[in-house]
C-alpha cells in the first residue's frame, strides 16, 4: 500500500480507474485544506473511488500511542507508534504571540550520541520515510484546527538528525510548503542540524529560504568533542567554512543553538571564544538552558543558572551578536527529546 502523501501514485491510480484527472484536486483538497482525516469523509468523491482508495493506500503510518498536555495548555507531546512498532515523539508549541510551532522527529533514535541529550539512548533504528514526517505534521495540524489555531512553524530538530535522512527530510519539507497543500512560507520552516557539512552544502542549493539552526552547544573543538563526537567528523573551521558559503548564497541569519551546561560549557572565557567566532557574521545565539531528564544522569549534567547564560550574553552584545534565553515550555511532560519513547522502548 501507498501512502495517502503519494501524489505520483495517486494519479496513477485515478488514471487506471479512467476517472478524470481533477479529481486528485479534490483529494488534495480535502486532506491538506479541508482537514478530513479519513477517506470516507472526502466526500467531493465518490463512495466507489473512496473504497478503491481504501484498498491501495493509507491515510497516515502512524499511530497516536499517547498524548501529554503542559498543565497551562502551552505544550503537547505526541508519542506515535509505526507501523513496524517503533516510538517517536512530536512537540506543539504554542506561544503567547499566537505563534504555533511544531518540532518533528526524521528518524527512530539518533545516531548522533550527544552526551546531553536523551535520544542518544535508542541508537539508531531507522530513518522516517517522508509521509511518517508529514503524518506528524498533519496531526498537529489537525489538533490546532480543533482549537481554531494554525500551524506556522516547523523545526526539525526533535528526534534524529535531519540531514541524515536528507532526502525524506526534502520531500517532506516540498509537500508542506506546496501552496496546493500545506501552504507554510519557507521562511517558517527551520532545519536543526549538529553541522552535516555535506547536509548543508545541498540545503543552501535546495532551500535558500528555509532557515538553518546549528547545533553550536561550544566554541571549540576540545568541549564540543567532549559533548558531541560529530567534532571528530566535521570540525569547527569546516563548520565555519561551509556557513560562509550559505550566508553568501542565501544572505539569511544562522541560528545557534547552545545548551547551556553547568560546568560544561559556561564558563565565561567561552563567551568570549563564541563572541569571536561569531563577530561579524549573519548570527543569532539561542541559549538553551540545560534541561535533565530521567534518561540523562543528573549527576553527570546541570543546568548553568540564568546570571551566568545574561552574562554570556552581555558579552556577545559588545560584538553586535544578537542573543536569546530559550523559554522552558515543558518542565513537567517528559521534557527530554526522546524520553518519551525510551520509556515506552523499555
Not at 180 to 189: G, T
Not at 199 to 209: A, L
Not at 270 to 290: D, Q, R, S, T
Request: with cysteine; net charge neutral.
Amino acid at each position: 500500500m501507498y501512502s495517502i502523501h503519494d501524489e505520483e501514485k495517486i494519479k496513477e491510480f485515478i488514471k487506471e480507474i479512467k476517472e478524470q484527472a481533477f479529481r486528485y484536486a479534490q483529494i488534495e483538497n480535502a486532506i491538506y485544506k479541508n482537514n478530513i482525516t479519513n477517506f470516507d469523509e472526502i466526500t467531493t468523491i465518490s463512495k466507489w473511488i473512496r473504497e478503491m482508495l481504501k484498498e491501495k493506500f493509507f491515510y497516515s503510518s502512524l499511530e497516536i500511542d499517547h498524548v501529554v498536555t503542559w498543565e497551562n495548555g502551552q505544550t503537547t507531546k505526541i508519542l506515535f507508534k509505526t507501523k513496524d512498532g517503533y516510538f517517536v515523539e512530536s512537540v506543539i508549541m504554542r506561544h503567547l504571540t499566537g505563534r504555533n510551532t511544531l518540532c518533528v522527529s526524521c528518524q527512530v533514535g539518533c545516531p548522533m550520541a550527544c552526551s546531553f541529550c536523551a535520544t542518544w539512548k535508542l541508537g539508531l533504528k531507522r530513518n522516517l520515510e517522508y509521509y511518517e514526517i508529514l503524518d506528524q505534521i498533519m496531526e498537529a495540524v489537525n489538533i490546532l484546527a480543533s482549537e481554531w489555531k494554525i500551524l506556522r512553524n516547523i523545526v526539525y530538530m526533535w528526534m534524529g538528525e535531519p540531514m541524515l535522512n536528507y532526502e525524506n527530510v526534502k520531500k517532506s519539507i516540498d509537500i508542506a510548503t506546496n501552496q496546493k497543500k500545506l501552504n507554510l512560507a519557507n521562511r517558517r520552516v527551520t532545519i536543526s542540524t549538529c553541522w552535516i557539512v555535506p547536509g548543508i552544502k545541498k540545503f543552501m542549493t535546495d532551500f535558500p529560504q528555509t532557515s538553518l539552526a546549528i547545533s553550536l552547544h561550544a566554541p571549540d573543538d576540545e568541549i564540543r568533542k567532549q559533548i558531541m563526537p560529530v567534532d571528530n567528523t566535521y570540525p569547527l573551521s569546516e563548520l565555519m567554512k561551509v556557513i560562509d558559503e550559505y550566508t553568501a548564497i542565501t544572505n539569511k541569519r544562522v541560528f545557534y543553538e547552545y545548551i547551556m551546561i553547568q560546568w560544561v560549557n559556561d564558563d565565561l572565557q567561552l563567551a568570549y571564544k563564541l563572541a569571536e567566532l561569531l563577530k561579524g557574521k549573519l548570527a543569532h545565539v539561542n541559549f538553551i538552558p540545560y534541561n535533565p531528564g530521567e534518561w540523562v544522569s543528573s549527576d553527570w549534567y546541570k543546568p548553568t543558572s540564568r546570571i551566568i547564560i545574561e552574562k554570556f550574553q552581555k558579552i556577545l552584545e559588545k560584538v553586535w551578536v544578537v542573543s536569546t534565553i530559550r523559554a522552558t515550555m515543558w518542565d513537567d511532560i517528559d521534557a527530554a527529546c526522546g524520553q518519551l519513547a525510551n520509556k515506552k522502548e523499555e
